[in-house]
């Protein structure tokens, strides 16, 4: 890890580089190249959670050697809901039906968030469904079955900010993924994520 620096010193809760956007490029290429081996003629939807995950969309596109196609899903809690209700913002502009879909995701924990979606797509008739995702929280898991073929590294229970991932809209633009000091935190910002809007 490298210093966060001058972000400490402007008072931001924004602590140590967990991964530089060198070493997040590189894995993102080995992530697009492996990718391809699977994919290659099918031509496959790839489909992302609004906010925090389209930057790991945009470089993924980059780096995936295939024909494909980019589209964009948004979800959010119900409220008042128990933790674990989803409802949909924004649906798919493109039809799935008969199309091979991976579904771009920043963080994989609990799976809640990414079951929700494979049953949403799934109902919708596509030819198959599997998954990827920067980081991954195995041992939170409440959701075995999802169908999550890429990982691009394995994280501690940590909150993350930077490379898109936010909290509370803010440091969503730090190129590189920092470790949040939750102790550090403004009154009232929520510190149950550290990935999307949502607890995936």
Sequence with gaps: M??????????????????????????????????????????????????????????????????????????????????DAVRLLKDLDAPVKGRHLVIVEDVVDTGLTLGFLVRTLALRGPASLSAVTLLDRPYRRLVDDVPLRWIGFTVPDELFAGYGLGLDERWRALPDLHVVVADELPVGIDDTGGSSELAA
């Design 2 to 83: 490298s210093s966060a620096g001058p972000l400490r010193e402007q008072g931001h809760p924004i602590g140590d580089v967990y991964l530089s956007r060198d070493e997040i490029a590189v894995r993102v290429g080995e992530l697009g190249r492996s990718m391809a081996d699977e994919l290659a003629g099918l031509e496959p939807l790839l489909i992302a959670p609004l906010k925090s995950s389209t930057v790991f969309l945009a470089d993924l596109s980059r780096a995936l050697p295939v024909p494909h196609e980019l589209d964009v899903i948004e979800l959010a809690p119900y409220l008042g809901g128990d933790g």
